[in-house]
């Protein structure tokens, strides 16, 4: 079955204390993102790969980091997580760059206290 | 700047009854895409529909219409004789050439639809 999956599904950590949040497709995808959602806001992309080993920030990258050492996987990295990154999260990936439409994972609930 | 506004955060309805949520865009590329999502209670992101920026036709999925204006900048989504079943958060996004093939979203409207 075609998807993306992202690992844990929930999350509660204390401020500081290093998390990596997996993303994992399945489909043979190039571009790959990190949003996060926040009430009122939206999606916020946070970092994008548009192919191995080429990652770029989004709109709301500080605090992250991301890597894309293969093409299925591109986890979300909090180094010293804060409370202000409580939030959830969605990794997606697409074919292409543009059209495509975008399979997003079914999200990461993080919770920084 | 490029900018997805939804100005509706709520929307409350009687089943039955029709509802359109309003999406507005700005942004400076002229190729361009527009995308509607469904984020349902349970918290997936549910694809609905993509449009190019030069296609301004009109499209109907049974229940669901769209409406794409260019002159108006709006892609808009009608629900006709809503259903307890279409209550979710909806999202509008544009996805653009320029800095990477980014695709921003709108806040979402959130929709009741009561029985």
């Known amino acids: 079955e075609a998807q993306v999956t992202q690992n844990p599904r929930y999350l509660i950590t204390v401020t500081g204390k290093k998390l990596t949040v997996t993303c994992s497709q399945n489909m043979n995808h190039e571009y790959m993102s990190w949003y996060r959602q926040d009430p009122g806001l939206g999606l916020r992309q946070i970092y994008y790969?548009?192919?191995?080993?080429?990652?770029d920030k989004g709109d709301v990258p500080e605090g992250y980091k991301v890597s894309r050492k293969e093409k299925r996987n591109f986890p979300l990295i909090l180094e010293s997580p804060s409370p202000n990154q409580t939030s959830l999260y969605f990794c997606a990936s697409r074919p292409g760059l543009l059209m495509e439409e975008q399979y997003f994972g079914p999200g990461t609930r993080l919770t920084v206290t | 700047a490029q900018k997805v506004t939804q100005a509706q955060t709520e929307i409350s309805v009687v089943e039955k009854e029709d509802v359109t949520l309003d999406c507005v865009y700005e942004t400076r590329d002229t190729t361009y895409y527009l995308f509607w999502y469904k984020q349902p209670p349970s918290g997936e992101l549910v694809f609905l529909i993509r449009?190019?920026?030069?296609?301004?036709q009109n499209e109907i999925s049974g229940r669901y219409s769209w409406n794409f204006q260019k002159s108006t900048s709006s892609f808009n989504f009608t629900i006709t004789a809503s259903q307890v079943v279409d209550s979710a958060v909806y999202f509008c996004a544009l996805r653009y050439h320029t800095g990477g093939f980014k695709t921003i979203f709108g806040a979402g409207t959130r929709l009741f639809v009561k029985a």
């Open positions: 790969s548009m192919n191995v080993e080429v990652t």
């Open positions: 449009r190019n920026s030069f296609d301004e």
